[in-house]
């Protein structure tokens, strides 16, 4: 449980700084930027398999589509509708929407405690009171919405194919079948030109979202899912605001609002009191 809750909360922490740190690659085609991320995740974690030795696991038919789904929704979907809401309506209405994703997972893992559920809501209103309430029009919305249903995907497709790959593989197979689907997505968005040699700075970008958010985070999130189910671990979703908060601050680009830190605090005390239920964690149900 212990280590569950550790790696579940660094894992979403890092996948909060990933707003923060894509200030540094915001002038680099946005799409050809996103497959170059996923290609040194995908280098990286082909080093990893090989060093580890581990073999190849060959999947059923069900779980080959469990994983280009996995992959389809809740990598290469999710990046393009937060992309493209944020471009639609800003980041305040996607970040709104996705901080419903605590309650989402609580709900989806199966019937919750009480206490869970009451944490999740508040988890909710925190992130709601960190990001800023959203506001834009219609494609925005559907835009976030279709990243809710990524975000909630990445976590719910994983939990079937968790006993079978481990943390490591399924973070590897799907990250490098993310690649050529980003690429051609580039490649229709933006052309020839979706690839172009990057700045110090763009470098140095692209290095701590493939390492740190996309091999780190994914790891400790698949790694702390199965320990704590859906539910449980859903809670800290809510540390994402949090962590774009800590990295806007730590960059010199943002200082936090008061309303930032009473949301930053109502989200731990939500993580607090959904974690107060009992110790045996809600069944992963598997298959």
């Known amino acids: ?103 989402a997972l609580a709900l989806l893992g199966g019937r919750p405690a009480p206490r869970l559920l009451t944490g999740a809501v508040v988890v909710v209103a925190g992130a709601t009171l960190a990001t800023g309430l959203g506001s834009g029009d219609l494609p925005g919305l559907l835009w976030a919405l279709g990243a809710l249903v990524g975000e909630v995907s990445f976590s719910m497709l994983a939990i079937p194919l968790l006993p079978k790959l481990g943390a490591i593989r399924l973070s590897a197979y799907s990250t490098v079948l993310a690649v050529p689907m980003l690429a051609t997505i580039g490649l229709v968005k933006e052309g020839t030109g979706m690839l172009r040699t990057p700045t110090t700075a763009q470098a140095l970008g692209f290095v701590y979202l493939a390492v740190v958010v996309t091999v780190l985070a994914f790891f400790l999130w698949y790694t702390a899912l199965p320990k704590l189910g859906p539910g449980h671990a859903g809670l800290f979703a809510g540390l994402i605001p949090v962590g774009a908060i800590t990295t806007g601050l730590a960059l010199g680009i943002a200082t936090p609002t008061v309303f930032d830190l009473l949301g930053a605090s109502l989200v731990i005390a939500g993580i607090l009191v959904g974690l107060t239920t009992t110790r045996k964690r809600e069944p992963v149900h598997i298959g």
């Open 1 to 103: 449980m212990r280590s569950g809750v550790a790696g579940a909360a660094t894992a979403m922490f890092l996948m909060g700084t990933l707003a923060g740190v894509s200030g540094l690659i915001q002038d680099y085609p946005v799409y050809g930027g996103q497959a170059v991320r996923y290609l040194v995740a995908a280098v990286i974690w082909l080093v990893v398999i090989r060093v580890l030795g581990l073999r190849f696991v060959r999947l059923t038919w069900r779980e080959t589509l469990l994983l280009v789904g996995l992959t389809l929704l809740g990598l290469v979907l999710f990046n393009m509708c937060v992309i493209e809401s944020t471009r639609t309506s800003g980041p305040a209405l996607v970040g709104t929407v996705l901080g419903t994703v605590p309650l």
